[in-house]
């Protein structure tokens, strides 16, 4: 009789070769990026003598300026393919972090975030979530998902550990943003060797692009009113998790006097954590109600994070990232294949590109809120209000959760009749 374990080793050899090539390119993308990202508002506070509220305007403030460009992103998804866009969001990390190796000015480091925000970053999560859309059946997406996650924790395991290790040889931050170019560099060139084109016929048919209402495009998305609510109560979990990588950095090492080899190591405990539990537990959830799941996540993530506010010795906040990484596992992956679902196959590139916005808004507006709070109020009562928040965004879903049932149980009668009849 197979064991449980076989039965996951046997699904995840049906995934298809070229979903195993994405995933491979992901975990290089992020390993190379991870070399580099923990470390960019410490950078430029430390090094560059830049205050915290302006770090948080120019990473909070500065992306949600060029959202609107987030929208072409998913257009050309639809449109122009998922492979080319993947390559061109890649393309913009090479511009990224070598740029950010030789910023002097503020401004520079604004005009680097506006280049990055609006074709890098974003475009890969709506280009590469689309493709994962496009390779596997709406039964096994949310494994899928959770693979890709898995990942890009497995790079964000090794990037940082392996910065920290170069900065204790005497490795210069200049070095390792130039180390993370060539990194991306390197992606871009397994995407253009190795992957080929998964868009759907009926995205480049235009009689596929209008609904029953005869509306097209955006104007789809914009009419479903249950994929919206459903942005707007995701955006506060994301905007809680929006403060760990730049924020909570100078947080735990300005504050709380956390050394920088720790906090490299934190962040690759994190990373472990979610790449080692979230396959298993997110295949385990997998028919459980999402919206409980995700109230969950918001939960663990507002504990994990804002509980930081009352931590003190290091142990308590190696208790807090495993919280946080608990809620991390189940916040992406859930909530993607939620998105996945929703999308009309012919439109898909623009809702997952909406999507993207709303994470790229609460991820951006997390720091933008958490700079100016730390200025203003303090370290502790900055990450309070921060567990406050997301505390709100756990009870937003559960009040969410019988919509989700009553519309699963109507799609699963729905997918039953052909059959009855």
Known sequence: MPT???????ELRSFPSQFWVLTVGIFIYVAAAALAFPFEGIYLHTELGVSMSMIGVVFGLV??????????????TDRLGRRW????????????????????????????????????????????????????????????FSVSRVAMNLGVVVGPAAAGLALGFGVTFRELFLAAATGCALMVAIMFFSIRESRPASATAPEKHRDA?????????????????????????????????????????????????????????NAFIVATVQYPLVRATRFKNRMVLLAIASAALALGIGGSA????????????????????????VASAEVSDLAPEAVRGRYMGVWTIAWSGGAA???????????AFGGRQAFAILLVEGLVGAGLFLALAPGWRRRREQAQAARSRPEAA
């Open 4 to 10: 449980r374990l076989t039965r996951s080793l046997q």
């Open 365 to 375: 507006l997390g720091p933008a809120f958490g700079g100016w709070a730390m200025d």
């Open 310 to 333: 009352f931590a003190g010795p290091l142990w308590s906040l190696i208790i807090l990232i495993v919280v946080m990484s608990l809620g991390e596992t189940l916040l992406s992956p």
């Open 213 to 269: 209402q005869g509306r097209s495009g955006y104007r789809i998305v914009f009419h479903d009113r249950v994929f919206i609510v459903f942005c707007l109560v995701a955006v506060l979990p994301v905007f809680c998790i929006g403060n760990f990588g730049s924020i909570y950095s100078v947080y735990i090492t300005d504050y709380l006097g956390v050394p920088y080899g720790e906090w490299g190591m934190l962040l690759a405990l």
């Open 85 to 144: 866009v993947i390559m061109l969001s890649v393309s913009m990390g090479v511009v990224w972090f070598a740029g950010f190796a030789f910023v002097t000015q503020v401004w520079q480091v604004a005009l680097l975030v506006a280049i990055e925000s609006s074709l890098g970053w974003p475009l890969f999560q709506t280009a590469s979530n689309a493709m994962i859309a496009d390779l596997l059946p709406r039964e096994k997406r949310q494994e899928a």
């Open 63 to 76: 992306p949600v300026a060029v959202m609107p460009m987030q929208f072409w992103g998913g257009h050309l």
